[in-house]
């Protein structure tokens, strides 16, 4: 196996450089390693107390006894550099996997706590399930659309834990509507509410399927100034009506949500998937310009971790 001490020097120099850009910023959850040294395939962020490790599946056959010391050797590293009990270092495998499974319990119990990002507060949780509840590469496009939201109506699409909302809120959004399918993260969401003191009578949730949500609003003549919306590169999960596929749903829901927009509307979408390819052809404006450069924050190396367009109406 390789030396460990070729992790653990990357790892010090990672975090000696990204904790001292961190406290300029303000930023007190973000990536300090990011799959820098190949023999060593993990993702590290700090949660302010705690660091979250993610192992990526690279298919290489070792024996589970082997694997383990490997993932205690990690560990290990992990905690002596950034001077956190071992007990603080939270470990998962990242498999190469399709639908909603980023999403689903990993068994373990997990306990949630509260960490700070833009003079907000949210809830995580590091053990339970797959992601943490706080997506940290979209750490910027959260403050864009703080930027945007004063005087506005926000809706928030495949909302996950809300956060996009909260910033919304935050940033002067006179009404929101959050939609999302899973009880356990519209749970989750009002918790993070009620954590930021937002008003639920003004800021809604909404259980649904966002294809019929979406259907409805528009048969509706509803509208919203604002609009968030990121998709799970898949889904077959069974609350749904049918499959989501975003390569090749991506133009309905875009078109959709085009049709709630006033002239002046806006609209945020983004996706995972590092195969996409926009179908601007089909698109029912040719006002498109990808902001993946300016969403991605600077302490995510893979810069492929997600991509980013800001869509007009007009």
């Known amino acids: 196996m390789t030396d460990i001490s070729i992790f653990f020097n990357r790892l010090q120099k990672n975090f000696r450089h990204w ?6 910023r303000g930023v007190s959850c973000y990536r300090v390693y ?3 040294v190949p023999e ?27 694997h383990e010391r490997w993932v205690e050797s990690v560990r290990t590293a992990a905690s002596e550099v950034l001077a956190l009990p071992l007990s603080s ?7 190469r996997q399709r639908g909603l499974l980023q999403y689903e319990k990993t068994g373990a119990r997990g306990e949630d706590f509260i960490v700070h990002e833009g003079g907000h507060r949210f809830i995580v949780n590091l053990e339970e399930y797959l992601d943490t509840g706080l997506f940290l590469d979209h750490r910027n496009t959260r403050r864009m659309v703080q930027e945007k939201a004063a005087g506005r109506r926000f809706l928030n699409l495949f909302a996950y834990t809300g956060s996009f909302t909260v910033y919304a809120a935050v940033g002067g959004a006179i009404r929101s509507t959050t939609v999302d399918l899973s009880n356990t993260y519209q749970d989750w969401t009002r918790r993070n509410f009620e954590l930021n003191d937002m ?9 649904a399927d966002v294809f019929g949500f979406l259907d409805d609003e528009v048969r509706r003549g509803e509208h919203y100034d604002l609009i968030v919306m990121d998709p799970p590169t898949f889904s077959n999960s069974k609350k749904m009506s049918g499959v989501l596929d975003v390569q090749r749903d991506h133009a309905r829901l875009i078109n959709q949500c ?3 927009l006033p002239e002046s509307g806006e609209l ?23 902001i ?6 600077e302490d995510f190396r893979n810069k492929k971790i997600h991509r980013c367009w800001l869509i007009r109406k007009r």
């Open 40 to 66: 060593f395939p993990v993702a590290l962020d700090l949660y302010e107390q705690k660091a979250h490790l993610q192992e990526f599946d690279t298919g290489w056959q070792i024996s589970e006894e082997e």
């Open 19 to 24: 904790s001292k850009w961190a406290n300029r």
């Open 199 to 207: 008003n639920l009578e003004q800021h809604e949730l909404v259980r």
């Open 258 to 260: 085009l049709k709630l």
């Open 89 to 95: 270092i939270y470990f998962k495998q990242r498999r």
């Open 292 to 297: 993946s450069n300016q969403t991605v924050p």
């Open 268 to 290: 945020f979408f983004s996706t995972n998937l590092r195969s996409f390819q926009l179908d601007e052809a089909t698109l029912a404006t040719k006002n498109i310009r990808e």
């Open 34 to 36: 990011d799959r820098d």
